[in-house]
């Protein structure tokens, strides 16, 4: 990568740190003048980098998912049982939810955003992708019963647990992680016909 190049990709991922800080301190909502000054950038930055407002909180939320995924991605785990791994996941994604600063507004109030929807749909796709090659391998071993098709099990829980948590986050008084982690594993249970190991 050429210094050019990285230096646009370092101002890109400032202008995106900036539209991140200022989208918690406006609670889903900034202006781009804003940005530019938190990103040390020219007001016209932010506008040539995204081309709009819109694009660039999209961006905002697609590196959201990024990190959403690194935190559910098992592989420092040893390989062992698919429930318990599975299980883990669960914990690893209210904890992510929980803890991230923008989990709230852009899953409970940006989802609205046209630009927000297609990131939206595109990346729980991909989730949805995920979770039914895991149902897969779960059924090849046996744990998951066979005669369930993983796509459709995972489109069902996959969008009952985005929901869940959305309503979660939304809460005046958000019911506690570990308490919600286990509500959500049960209903999986159930989904998945499993039995707790």
Not at 163 to 186: T, Y
Request: proline share 5%; aromatic share 6%.
């Amino acid at each position: 990568m050429g210094a050019r190049t990285l230096r646009s990709e370092r101002s890109r991922e400032t202008i995106i740190a900036a539209a991140a800080d200022a989208l918690v301190d406006g609670n889903g909502d900034f202006e781009l003048q804003n940005v530019a000054r938190r990103a040390g950038v020219s007001i016209g930055l932010p506008y040539h980098r995204f081309g709009s407002k819109s694009q660039l909180i999209a961006a905002v939320v697609d590196t959201f998912y990024d990190e959403l995924d690194r935190s559910i991605d098992l592989s420092d785990l040893p390989p062992g049982d698919w429930t318990e791994r599975e299980r883990e996941r669960v914990s690893r994604l209210i904890d992510f939810l929980y803890d991230h600063p923008l989990a709230a507004i852009i899953i409970s109030r940006l989802a609205r955003d046209p630009g927000v929807a297609a990131v939206e749909a595109e990346r729980w796709q991909r989730v949805i992708a995920l979770a039914a090659r895991n149902i897969a391998k779960g059924q090849q071993r046996g744990q998951v019963p066979a005669r369930y098709d993983p796509d459709i099990l995972a489109a069902m829980i996959c969008g009952g647990v985005r929901h869940a948590a959305g309503q979660a986050l939304a809460a005046e008084q958000r019911p506690d992680r570990a308490a919600l982690a286990d509500e959500i594993w049960d209903f999986i249970l159930g989904g998945l016909r499993l039995t707790p190991p």
